[in-house]
């Protein structure tokens, strides 16, 4: 199951500007974070390609009916988000925290996810898949079995998730013109789920393979998928990411039981590295969530006492995106980044411990950076917004080109 760090509860999406394509100096951002009066917590999941942002917020004081899904409205003034709050298909278990949240959004501003849904006799509550469009949330159905999940949307309206069937497995499916298709399995598996698609159709996730109980990464393409495989030093895989021009990002297990993030940019998994060692050395978990087509990719590694840190992985090199926070935001902590497109946005998650009691808030960041000095004559590009070069790097660097 795509991992999710907090509780369930609502959502929301975010704010627009546009980003030229270009980097590589060190990672500068600005930040516009998303506050929800009487949320204790909010996590973002998904940012779209024209910035706006999804994910849920969890309410734990009684709010009745709570907690929700939610949509915020679109603005390019940090200070004047205001989300509003719209109730998912069933709610009404004050006890429970997890009724309905979203992880998936496209430029139109459709979200999708999950929502309680009650039976024909309002005696039993089951997950559906639900896509929620200007506030309104629609119950997509499942497989034929009585639990749905819905990860992922693209530009063209391309629902991906899993779903029960009617003989209790689960499976990927595809959603689209009101139809939910079983995308199958791999050879000889018995389980699949879909976590990603990107603007030309494909699909990734992951599934078990024949013979074995470990999962492999998948890319589903023109009626086909195909095992990604694995790369040196794990035994499972997971496609959690894949960009408009076909790279996948993920997590690898290793026989450890750690997770390390991978990537593959067209030539097969390979390991993105760590950031941190225990006090024993050994390399500490990592998680890569998201990639676009630059090859860049977020995630989050663990991180000193439990914590988690979002990371940035560009040109090679990994960066802890806490390092390069702007002063303006001391206390916070970005605790993970769920994704990155090509126009430099990123959904993060940040723990804010500037108040009395630390909660966590939704944020979403876009990457400021033009590149270093490039041999490609006749090439520039102009950034968007402000830029903290690296002093005395001798590290080269390139040009992307669109």
């Avoid at 500068?28 to 999941?45: Q, R, V």
């Avoid at 298909?89 to 459709?110: F, P």
């Avoid at 699949?192 to 990107?198: P, T």
């Amino acid at each position: 199951m795509k991992p999710t760090f907090f509780g369930k509860g609502g959502a929301f999406l975010v704010l627009s500007t546009s980003l030229s394509a270009a980097a590589l100096a060190d990672p500068s951002f600005t930040i516009s974070p998303i506050s929800i009066s009487g949320a204790n917590y909010i996590s973002a999941t998904s940012a779209s390609s024209n910035g706006l942002l999804a994910g849920y917020a969890g309410f734990l004081n009684g709010i009745p009916n709570g907690p929700y899904v939610g949509v915020a409205g679109v603005t390019t003034d940090a200070n004047a988000q205001n989300p509003s709050l719209t109730a998912p298909i069933w709610g009404g278990i004050s006890t429970q925290v997890g009724q309905a949240h979203l992880y998936g959004i496209n430029s139109l501003g459709v979200s999708v996810g999950d929502s309680y849904v009650r039976n024909a006799t309002n005696t039993t509550t089951y997950t559906h898949a639900v896509v929620n469009n200007g506030g309104t949330l629609t119950d997509i159905g499942t497989l034929g079995g009585i639990s749905s999940f819905a990860y992922g949307i693209n530009d063209a309206g391309t629902v991906v998730g899993y779903s029960t069937t009617g003989s209790g497995s689960n499976h990927a499916y595809s959603y689209s013109g009101g139809t939910m298709t079983d995308i199958g399995t791999l050879s000889g598996g018995t389980f699949s789920q879909a976590n990603a698609i990107n603007a030309n159709g494909t699909i990734v996730g992951t599934a078990t393979t024949s013979g074995t109980s470990y999962q492999h990464a998948f890319k589903y393409q023109n009626g086909v998928m195909t095992d990604l495989g694995l790369t040196t030093g794990v035994n499972t895989t997971y496609g959690l990411a894949v960009s408009n021009n076909g790279y996948v990002a993920g997590y690898g297990v290793d026989s450890s039981f750690n997770n390390r993030a991978i990537a593959d940019f067209g030539s097969g998994f390979q390991d993105l590295g760590y950031l941190y060692t225990t006090s024993s050395g050994a390399r500490m978990s990592m998680m890569a969530k998201g990639v676009n087509s630059y090859g860049d990719v977020v995630g989050y590694t663990s991180y000193t006492g439990g914590a988690r840190h979002a990371f940035l992985y560009q040109g090679g090199t990994l960066y802890d995106l806490n390092n390069y926070l702007p002063k303006e935001y001391f206390g916070w902590t970005i605790w993970s980044a769920e994704s990155i497109n090509d126009e430099g946005y990123i959904a993060a998650t940040v723990l804010d411990s500037s108040s009395s009691i630390p909660h966590t808030r939704a944020a979403l960041l876009k990457i400021n950076t033009v590149p270093e000095p490039s041999s490609v004559a006749g090439i520039a590009f102009l950034s968007l917004g402000f830029l903290r070069r690296r002093k005395n790097s001798n590290r080269s660097v390139s040009v992307r080109m669109d």
